[in-house]
């Protein structure tokens, strides 16, 4: 095999083993950490199923950001959805035969990164241009979003400027998911494209980028509103009434 086939092939088994271990453990982490009290914030559901529906109201639509900054809500939006599309599109690099749905959106794809683009210029102008904001922006903050835009922009020069040979590189990923390597197409752009994918699966778990998890578990949004009806008693505060 080629040299670079091993480093790519060696990095993607290394990066897809630490992200899944990481969610995993950090999941687990979360899911395990007592929430004592009772702060979900109201006006909240005081049902489970209007719980579930808030959430998805929050993960479909960023509910919460809407109502508090319209400016963050468009960019933040901009990319999230684009984001989603991008990466529903590439499924096709990775499945054989093509879903149907993936085979659909296909040209929606190319449209979708502008918007992950604008999105991203947004969110980070307004790190920049907003005093207040910038006062509390750290140095990862930047780099997170600097590693999503070269991500974005080495993946529409590979639409607009140079091809890359997408047989070959669905080969080389198809080859690794079933442990029969193929060799990868050894085209710059990609190259970066895909170590700076491979980076971000490895820092994901170690990331801020872990809200996308994380707000599922956060108690002022998973709660239900019914401390009237329903003594909150949380395990640790049990053991002392007994
Ligand atoms: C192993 C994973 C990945 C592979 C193999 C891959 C490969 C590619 C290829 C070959 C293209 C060019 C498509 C074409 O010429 O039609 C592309 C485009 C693109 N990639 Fe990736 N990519 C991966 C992961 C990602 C991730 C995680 C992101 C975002 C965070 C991303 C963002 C983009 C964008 C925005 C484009 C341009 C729009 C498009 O063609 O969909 N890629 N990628």
């Known amino acids: 095999m080629p040299f670079w086939t091993i480093v790519y092939a060696l990095l993607f088994y290394a990066a897809t083993a630490l992200l899944i271990g990481g969610l995993a453990y950090k999941i687990r982490k979360y899911a ?3 929430a004592p009290l009772k702060i979900p914030t109201t006006p909240a559901p005081v049902t489970r199923q209007g719980v579930v529906l808030r959430m998805f109201r929050e993960v479909a ?3 919460s950001l809407f109502r508090s900054n319209k400016w963050i809500w468009l960019f933040g939006y901009l990319f999230h959805f684009g984001l989603f599309l991008v990466l529903a599109r590439h499924l096709r690099y ?9 085979e659909l959106i296909q040209p929606f794809g190319k449209y979708a990164a502008f918007a992950m683009v604008a999105g991203l210029a947004g969110l980070w102008a ?9 006062y509390i922006s750290a140095l990862s903050d930047h780099l997170m979003l600097a590693l999503l ?17 997408i047989v070959s590189l669905k ?10 390597w193929h060799p990868l197409p050894e085209d710059p752009l990609l190259m970066v494209h895909l170590g700076l994918v491979a980076t971000l699966m490895i820092i994901f778990p170690v990331s801020k ?5 994380g707000v599922f578990f956060s108690p002022t949004r998973n709660q239900v509103d019914n401390p009237r009806e329903q003594r909150h008693l949380a395990p640790w505060a049990a053991e002392l009434e007994k």
């Open 32 to 34: 395990t950490t007592p």
């Open 61 to 63: 639509f960023f509910e």
């Open 94 to 102: 990775f499945t054989y035969p093509v879903w149907t749905w993936v």
């Open 126 to 134: 307004r790190r920049v241009l907003v005093d207040r904001v910038r």
């Open 149 to 165: 835009m070269a991500i974005a922009l080495t993946g529409l020069s590979m639409d607009y400027l140079t091809h890359t040979d």
């Open 171 to 180: 080969a080389f990923f198809l080859g690794l998911m079933y442990f029969n």
């Open 209 to 213: 980028l872990l809200h996308a998890p």
